[in-house]
């Protein structure tokens, strides 16, 4: 009883605390963390210990997948080289230069002791990091980097631990070493490869969404414990399996299956990621307590946890700029560009530590020559860097001008993105065989039209009209409350069966997150236009850059609207011949029709404060 009501507690303080930090626009995290440790001071709150089995068995795969099956397997390959740099050498190079510092100011501490809690403090929380990079926006390069940096390095430093504990009692060669390390790896990526297979094949056969997603609750402990049990890496299996089997996901699992599942691991990650910096917080009385019985002193304890602190920032941006040419030059595979300095350092500043490093510490044997002290440095390194760097990482990144990402950027490539697929659907739709006398071909046609044509408006920055997909939205929602209202009181009566109510329910649900999900984002673009930078190119759109607006040929009006009589929507400039024509939002749709009146490939968006271009041929934008 007195551990539910606990749970319950540490759920509610989450919740409370998390809702606090939103309203004050502070990084949930650091916000827990501050919260947990003055908690921990506080009389009758008990005294919790974070015991390793519990974090490295209960929370760190649960955590792990959940980061992987969201993580952009095409992105990770990209970026593999700098992910691998980070997540093997820059750990190595932590736990070596840690070490020296330890064994140098704590009297008493041997090498393996020393190198033991170099290798704990060495790997950067796959939670934090990401968590504050996400919210304040840093570039999606730099956070993919450091999403699978921290997917790996513990990996690393969970092996470099084993030998270094090992190193304690027998000698250890370097041989013995590299071993360890290949069997840790290979052993982990087999098992995961092996944990996608069998997943892949069973899902195949399961429809039922309850059931695929309860199965997708057992594979990040199965992959985990499998390998562990034959010696080998569980996390680098936790993070395989993830990876391929959230890369796959839209060919294994239908639709129902894929949203339950995303939306489930969401709000466990979010319970489970909150949870951990509340409990890391939550350590601060005990730790302190247990150091002053150490008989150091309190200066030569602030020393080794200061110098401490300080060599973990320290050697990963000496490592990062050091190491610039390999880990940032442009890769002509993946067509990535060079990456300025300001992001160089970004990267290197985001080394927040978390709940791996704490729980690592644990790992510790007992009988280790101050041990309370070795545990106070990793607590420190960990709060030390979610404070210090996590609440400065904000002011830099504005500081540096470090530009996130566009949702103007984001607008045209997801209009582009849904052309395309129009594009596909029709040409399917062309060679599909079938009889339609009641005219259903028609309407399939207008509702793929006017997804891609709602798409292309949301790149429109003007509010002082209102685009057709908006007063769709803004009437159906309307409407949909309507319909909700009707429903409810219809299911007052207990005239219709609860689960048919259930069911118009959902299915009105759905279609109002819809709409929220295109209103969010005509938001996000309105309040951060910005001048879109060029995405794939064709020759025709090289040949016909952006032109400046200027004079009479820029008029805003659409000469075929007014021979017509009817009302534009937002305007098209032709660049070959300077024709102004209507969009495809517009009842007329003039601008296509000069297209296949004239084969000029090239339009030009004449609205104000845009200057994006698309072409009819090749069907991409610029």
């Known amino acids: 009883m007195e551990i539910a009501l606990l749970l319950v507690v540490l759920a509610v303080s989450v919740l409370v605390v998390t809702g606090l930090a939103e309203r004050l626009d502070i990084p949930a995290p650091l916000v827990l963390v501050v919260a947990g440790a003055a908690a921990s001071f506080v009389p009758g709150v008990p005294e919790i210990h974070l015991e390793p089995e519990v974090v490295l068995i209960g929370l760190l795969p649960p955590l792990l997948y959940a980061t992987a099956i969201r993580t952009s397997l095409v992105d990770f390959n990209a970026n593999r080289r700098v992910i691998l740099l980070l997540s093997v050498g820059l750990v190595v190079f932590t736990t070596l230069g840690v070490g020296v510092v330890v064994h140098a100011l704590l009297p008493g501490v041997g090498w393996p002791a020393a190198l033991a809690i170099g290798a704990v403090v060495a790997p950067p929380d796959a939670v934090a990091a990401t968590a504050v990079a996400r919210r304040i926006g840093l570039p999606r390069r730099v956070v993919t980097i450091l999403e699978g940096e921290s997917l790996l390095n513990d990996a690393t430093a969970l092996v470099a631990l084993r030998t270094a504990i090992a190193a304690g009692g027998v000698g250890v060669t370097a041989v013995e070493v590299g ?99 509340l409990l890391i917080g939550l350590q601060t009385r005990w730790l302190l307590e247990d150091v002053g019985g150490s008989g150091i002193s309190v200066g030569r304890v602030v020393l080794v946890c200061t110098a401490t602190l300080v060599a973990v920032v320290v050697l990963r941006l000496v490592w990062v700029f050091t190491s610039r040419a390999l880990l940032m030059r442009p890769d002509p595979a993946s067509g990535q560009r060079v990456v300025p300095p300001a992001n160089t350092f970004l990267l290197g500043w985001a080394g927040m530590r978390g709940v791996v490093t704490l729980a690592a510490a644990f790992v510790i044997p007992e009988d280790t020559e101050h041990r309370e002290v070795l545990l106070l440095i990793a607590f420190t390194v960990v709060l030390g860097t979610l404070l210090l760097q996590g609440l400065s990482l904000p002011w830099i990144a504005r500081t540096l001008q470090v530009p996130g990402p566009d949702p103007m950027e984001d607008a045209l490539a997801r209009a582009t993105l849904l052309q395309q697929a129009a594009k596909a659907g029709v040409e399917r739709l062309e060679e599909l065989e079938y009889e339609d006398p009641h005219g259903v071909v028609p309407l399939v046609r207008q509702r793929v039209e006017q997804r891609t044509f709602a798409a292309w408006e949301r790149l429109g920055t003007t509010v002082d009209e209102e685009p057709p997909s908006e007063l769709y939205t803004r009437i159906r929602q309307e409407m949909i409350d309507a319909e909700r209202r009707r429903v409810l009181e219809i299911r007052s009566t207990g005239q219709v069966p609860s689960e048919v109510v259930a069911e118009v329910l959902a299915q009105l649900d759905v279609e109002e997150s819809m709409l929220d999900v295109a209103t969010d984002q005509r938001e996000e673009v309105q309040r951060f236009a910005a001048r879109t930078g060029p995405r794939k190119q064709c020759h025709d759109l090289v040949e016909r850059p952006a032109e400046e607006p200027n004079g009479e040929d820029w008029a805003g009006e659409c000469p075929r609207c007014l021979e017509d009589g009817t009302r534009w929507v937002a305007l098209r400039r032709c660049l070959t011949c300077g024709h102004l024509g209507c969009c495809d939002s517009s009842p007329g749709r003039h601008a296509t029709e000069h297209f296949h009146a004239t084969a000029h490939p090239v339009i030009q968006s004449a609205e104000p404060g845009e200057d994006w271009r698309w072409c009819y041929v090749h069907h991409v934008s610029a």
């Not at 052993?187 to 995961?192: K, N, P, R, Y």
């Not at 890369?247 to 639709?255: E, I």
């Open 179 to 277: 071993l360890d390390f290949a069997v840790a790896a290979g052993g982990g990526l087999a098992v995961g490869v092996l944990t996608f297979v069998i997943v892949a094949r069973v899902r195949r056969r399961v429809t039922d969404p309850l059931m695929d997603t309860a199965l997708s609750f057992v594979v990040p402990f199965a992959a985990y414990l499998a390998a562990e049990e034959l010696h080998a890496s569980g996390v680098i299996s936790v993070v395989v399996a993830g990876l391929l089997l959230g890369h796959k996901a839209p060919v294994l699992q239908d639709a129902a299956s894929r949203i339950a599942e995303r939306m489930n691991w969401r709000a466990i990650a979010f319970v489970l990621e909150n949870a951990v910096f």
